[in-house]
């Protein structure tokens, strides 16, 4: 198991960036992918931004070209750098990853929140 620990998040304003850290218990260099989610308010959790170990990343069409994710194996963290934020990315960002293509979800940490408003 691994535990993943978010942070970053606060009040910017619009147009305003913020970067995102995921702290986890272990290495995180086996885990086959590795996700930043966010849940705005009243909505379902949706996938903002996806990084596999293979290097490839993946982009919710809502965040591409203003999001970025990486992976810091050495620190075991892994990053959202979220620029240019608009109202509608306010929520709560959670990080979470899975060991293998088909397998679950680690537990969900508490989330860091995000507010973009003037």
């Known amino acids: 198991q691994v535990q993943f620990v978010e942070s970053g998040g606060g009040l910017v304003q619009p147009g305003g960036s913020l970067r995102l850290s995921c702290a986890a218990s272990?290495?995180?260099?086996?885990?086959?992918?590795m996700d930043w989610y966010r849940q705005a308010p009243g909505k379902q959790r949706e996938l903002a931004a996806r990084?596999?170990?293979?290097?490839?990343?993946n982009y919710a069409d809502s965040v591409k070209g203003r999001f970025t994710i990486s992976r810091d194996s050495a620190k075991n963290t892994v990053y959202l750098q979220m620029n240019s934020l608009k109202t509608d990315d306010t929520g709560v960002y959670y990080c979470?990853?899975?060991?293998?293509?088909?397998?679950?979800?680690?537990?969900w940490g508490q989330g860091t929140q995000v507010t973009v408003a003037s």
């Open positions: 979470n990853g899975k060991p293998l293509p088909y397998s679950a979800y680690y537990a």
């Open positions: 272990r290495s995180i260099d086996s885990i086959y992918v």
């Open positions: 990084n596999f170990k293979s290097g490839a990343i």
